[in-house]
Nanobody, 119 residues
Framework: QVQLVESGGGLVQAGGSLRLSCAASGANFVINAMGWYRQAPGKQRELVARITSGRSTNYADSVKGRFTISKDNAKNTAYLQMNSLKPEDTAVYYC?????????????WGQGTQVNVSS
């Protein structure tokens, strides 16, 4: 079973920065992509950023130019550098790993890390 351990959340003022980390372990399949999602109170979980092992990335329009996702393939660790944070970025951020091979179609989630941005 995949374990995803997130860290780096916290409280920051608008305009500030945070860096989230997600370390994956225990996967018995190849991790081809890792992503970050977020869920604000009363809202649906949404994709923030995603990166493949080939370094292909995609971002939500709301974070383009402010957030950067990166991945250390050797460590199966993904990072989300969040700059110019806004109060509307406040949410629980979840790391995601989609399954591959016989586990294709499964999605694995971290426990979530809270990000609070004050105005």
């Amino acid at each position: 079973q995949v374990q995803l351990v997130e860290s780096g959340g916290g409280l920051v003022q608008a305009g500030g920065s945070l860096r989230l980390s997600c370390a994956a372990s225990g996967a018995n399949f190849v991790i081809n992509a890792m992503g970050w999602y977020r869920q604000a109170p009363g809202k649906q979980r949404e994709l923030v950023a995603r990166i493949t092992s080939g370094r292909s990335t995609n971002y939500a329009d709301s974070v383009k130019g402010r957030f950067t996702i990166s991945k250390d393939n050797a460590k199966n660790t993904a990072y989300l550098q969040m700059n110019s944070l806004k109060p509307e970025d406040t949410a629980v951020y979840y790391c995601n790993v989609p399954g591959s091979g016989p586990y294709y179609g499964n999605n694995y989630w971290g426990q979530g890390t809270q990000v609070n941005v004050s105005s």
